[in-house]
T-cell receptor
Framework: GQQLNQSPQSMFIQEGEDVSMNCTSSSIFNTWLWYKQDPGEGPVLLIA?????ELTSNGRLTAQFGITRKDSFLNISASIPSDVGIYFCAGLGTQGGSEKLVFGKGTKLTVNP | DGGITQSPKYLFRKEGQNVTLSCEQNLNHDAMYWYRQDPGQGLRLIYY???????QKGDIAEGYSVSREKKESFPLTVTSAQKNPTAFYLC???????????????FGPGTRLLVL
């Protein structure tokens, strides 16, 4: 089945630093989604990408839909302590004739003040 | 406010007991989903429903059951057959404009289930 490889698994950074994480796959996806999950809470949608090559920003967050449709990255600029959490990528792709959402295993971000 | 609510926030289950987790949405979304999340792991799909009175097994449906009698509600029952039920359970919903497709999913706040 389709799988997403999300990296890095965890990151420890200083406040103010920029962050980059990515998801790759051997399968093609039609939509890429990036979520953030705070401890004990449900994931919250950050950015949705619908077109290959699309670059979208949401405040200090920027995400891109890879031109091959097999990857996506998320950048966070000038990190702050409230950026702490787990970031998940998710791809919508066709499997067995129907669309299915596949999740990466997450990148755990720790920001030191 | 439109959104997805899950209750309770924490739930304790005794050995051999069935428990039901509630999920309600007022977003008028057609599709609803249940995921299980274990520490350090991604989300694994338990069941999903694209329309009222219909639901499909996900990747880890064994030991779970669901119903979809109303568009707004998709309760999940963790049965005694689920031998390792301790996990964080997440409900999600989405619009499904076309059969066989999915749209962006929005999540509830989750229910943490603990076995006594």
């Amino acid at each position: 089945g389709q799988q997403l490889n999300q990296s890095p698994q965890s990151m420890f950074i200083q406040e103010g630093e920029d962050v980059s994480m990515n998801c790759t796959s051997s399968s093609i996806f039609n939509t890429w989604l990036w979520y953030k999950q705070d401890p004990g809470e449900g994931p919250v949608l950050l950015i949705a990408l619908y077109k290959a090559g699309e670059l979208t920003s949401n405040g200090r967050l920027t995400a891109q839909f890879g031109i091959t449709r097999k990857d996506s990255f998320l950048n966070i600029s000038a990190s702050i302590p409230s950026d702490v959490g787990i970031y998940f990528c998710a791809g919508l792709g066709t499997q067995g004739g129907s669309e299915k959402l596949v999740f990466g295993k997450g990148t755990k971000l720790t920001v030191n003040p | 406010d439109g959104g997805i609510t899950q209750s309770p926030k924490y739930l304790f289950r005794k050995e051999g007991q069935n428990v039901t987790l509630s999920c309600e949405q007022n977003l008028n979304h057609d599709a609803m989903y249940w995921y299980r999340q274990d520490p350090g792991q991604g989300l694994r799909l338990i069941y999903y429903s694209q329309i009222v009175n219909d639901f499909q097994k996900g990747d880890i449906a064994e030991g779970y059951s669901v119903s979809r009698e109303k568009k707004e509600s998709f309760p999940l029952t963790v049965t005694s057959a689920q031998k390792n039920p301790t996990a964080f359970y997440l409900c999600a919903s989405s619009i499904t404009p076309l059969a066989g497709t999915q749209e962006t999913q929005y999540f509830g706040p989750g229910t943490r289930l603990l076995v006594l």
